[in-house]
């Protein structure tokens, strides 16, 4: 498999998952502006490189592979459900945008800027899952925001009792509103 370039064609993805399982680098990954429901990366030894941010409304899933956002430009990446990561996430200086509502991270992860914001006023938290027994790294960026006291962001371990770790390196930050639970 090659690589996905939509130059302004239009895209309906309906509920389906595009695969990229090419197992060779110097693919691009352009969009077009286009959102995909659910992407997967599975292809050992496969490099894609984001041509612009890419939009997910559903799971983006690495099984192996890479997705390399490209040096210099750091497209970012919007995922509206869960990001899993079993292969290479090369984040370099963009910016990774949860948008859904109860949303899982998997997998070993360095993310330059992760976001995620409550913005439903319903009285119920949204869930960020962190992977347990695992560390998560932000060398930018980390920025939460509840909406209220009543529609906050619960941070939470994938298994009760076992801790999921952020580490904060070099002079990455950490920003919130202060509506978290953690």
Known sequence: AGSWLNNGGVFT???GTVTLNGTASGKELLSGGQSFYALTVNGSGGVW???QT???TNNFTITAGTIDARSSYNYGLTVGN???NSGTYTARSGTVTLNGVDQTISGTNTFYNLTKAETTN???NSN???PASVTTTITGALTLNGLDSNDKIAIISS???VTATIDFTGSSTFSTTGFLSV
Do not use: K
């Open 13 to 15: 993805p309906g509920t």
């Open 49 to 51: 490189t984001q041509d």
């Open 54 to 56: 890419i939009t997910t």
């Open 82 to 84: 869960n990001f899993s």
């Open 122 to 124: 319903d009285s119920t």
């Open 128 to 130: 960020l899952t962190f």
């Open 159 to 161: 298994s009760n009792g």
